[in-house]
């Protein structure tokens, strides 16, 4: 695995050291706080470039960006249906 750039090998392989020694629950855990802190940048930052966005809005800018304006077209779609069955 190579070096990451700005982190010294000692300090790379004490933090694979502590990943390792982890649970498969506590890496699981860990992924998903990553996860969500990731997507909730990632909105964040299309809510600041788009002010006059909804929520929906900014999901689906977010589907677009990360997955593609297909899926976010298919989601709006399947959304707008869902709602006005309501």
Do not use: C, W
Request: avoid cysteine.
């Amino acid at each position: 695995m190579p070096n990451i750039i700005d982190t010294s090998i000692e300090a790379e392989a004490l933090q694979l050291d502590l990943l390792k020694r982890k649970s498969p629950e506590e890496r699981l855990a860990m992924v998903e706080r990553l996860s969500s802190d990731v997507i909730r940048a990632s909105k964040s930052a299309i809510s600041r470039l788009h002010p006059e966005f909804t929520a929906h809005q900014i999901s689906d800018a977010y589907i677009a960006l990360h997955f593609g304006a297909e899926l976010s077209e298919a989601v709006r779609q399947y959304r707008d249906r869902l709602y006005a069955n309501i």
